[in-house]
């Protein structure tokens, strides 16, 4: 069965630090992974999705890496802002055929001005 | 496009009674999810939909809980009879799933449905 771990729970970062997010999970073996961030009282919002195939992806100001090998994941945030503020959470999705996604437990994300 | 819409956003009900989530999702998109969020258990899938089918339902706690999709642009989560251990968000998503290495198969939820049985 895959288990999606994010560690730390929570994280507080100044503003204008760059900052990592953790995502590691169990089966190897991943069709693709996702990171979503979620606002309270929100849905969720999905920033990056990056394939087996590849190793990582980017938009604006955010990087998301896959080594599939060691089942982990990271989510870079460069110089973040308070509106970065929010719980990230990663998903992976174990094959083509299965559009199930298993989700971790997520980050909490608090960036101070 | 107005994104996935859930309806109600909140819903506040006695033990006993009968709930129904609704869901439009994404005009074009081919693949439902009902997922439910709680601080114990964080998001659990409890069942998705293919082409207005449902392909696995193994999340679905129990007999209470039933789900619907009549067409591509309607689904229905049932509870009967709703319990206090119910009470949680219910998101609904939506996306497009097709050939092997489709780019773009993000997942797009809804605003969710707050659920307090009393």
């Known amino acids: 069965k895959q288990e999606v771990t994010q560690i730390p729970a929570a994280l507080s970062v100044p503003e204008g630090e760059n900052l990592v997010l953790n995502c590691s999970f169990t089966d190897s073996a991943i069709y693709n992974l996702q990171w979503f961030r979620q606002d309270p009282g929100k849905g969720l919002t999905s920033l990056l999705l990056?394939?087996?195939?590849?190793r990582e992806q980017t938009s604006g100001r955010l990087n998301a890496s896959l080594d599939k090998s060691s089942g982990r994941s990271t989510l870079y945030i460069a110089a973040s802002q308070p509106g970065d503020s929010a719980t990230y959470l990663c998903a992976v999705r174990l094959t083509f055929g299965n559009e199930k996604l298993t989700f971790g437990t997520g980050t909490r994300l608090t960036i101070i001005p | 496009d107005a994104g996935v819409i859930q309806s109600p956003r909140h819903e506040v009900t006695e033990m006993g009674q009968e709930v129904t989530l609704r869901c439009k999702p994404i005009s074009g998109h081919n693949s439902l999810f009902w997922y439910r969020q709680t601080m114990m258990r964080g998001l659990e899938l409890l069942i998705y939909?293919?082409?207005?089918?449902?392909?696995?339902d193994s999340g679905m706690p129990e007999d209470r809980f039933s789900a619907k999709m009549p067409n591509a642009s309607f689904s229905t989560l049932k509870i009967q009879p709703s319990e206090p251990r119910d009470s949680a968000v219910y998101f609904c998503?939506?996306?497009?799933?097709?050939?092997?290495?489709?780019?773009?198969?993000?997942?797009?939820f809804g605003s969710g449905t707050q659920l307090s049985v009393l």
């Open positions: 998503a939506s996306t497009w799933t097709g050939a092997r290495g489709r780019p773009n198969e993000k997942l797009f």
């Open positions: 990056i394939q087996s195939s590849q």
């Open positions: 939909f293919n082409n207005n089918v449902p392909i696995d």
